[in-house]
Nanobody
Framework: VQLQASGGGLVQAGGSLRLSCAASGSISGINFMGWYRQTLGKQRELVAAFTRGGTTNYADSVKGRFTISRDNAENTVYLQMDSLKPEDTAIYYC?????????WGQGTLVTVSS
């Protein structure tokens, strides 16, 4: 599986951004796909993801503000981020698990100014 992420940038607090992650390759075996984020000196944390069966998981800190969605025809997962806060500033990584193998996309930087 290969992942191509896009959509980061600079936004003011209260603004919105949408991240995209397009999967290619052996995608039929994907049973987990979503987004993590990481800031300097901290561990990578789950933001939102689709898990087996299509259920969604969200970090408590983003519930009600972020929405994960997918376009199966385009093999793409989106992360709509609304009401952004400065503490959402991080590098966001798309990830997928297929047949037991974890793949990470390149990170995309999201910066939220106060």
């Amino acid at each position: 599986v290969q992942l191509q992420a896009s959509g980061g940038g600079l936004v003011q607090a209260g603004g919105s951004l949408r991240l995209s992650c397009a999967a290619s390759g052996s995608i039929s075996g994907i049973n987990f796909m979503g987004w993590y984020r990481q800031t300097l000196g901290k561990q990578r944390e789950l933001v939102a993801a689709f898990t087996r069966g299509g259920t969604t998981n969200y970090a408590d800190s983003v519930k009600g503000r972020f929405t994960i969605s997918r376009d199966n025809a385009e093999n793409t997962v989106y992360l709509q981020m609304d009401s952004l806060k400065p503490e959402d500033t991080a590098i966001y990584y798309c990830t997928a698990v297929a047949n037991g193998l974890v793949t990470w996309g390149q990170g995309t930087l999201v910066t939220v100014s106060s």
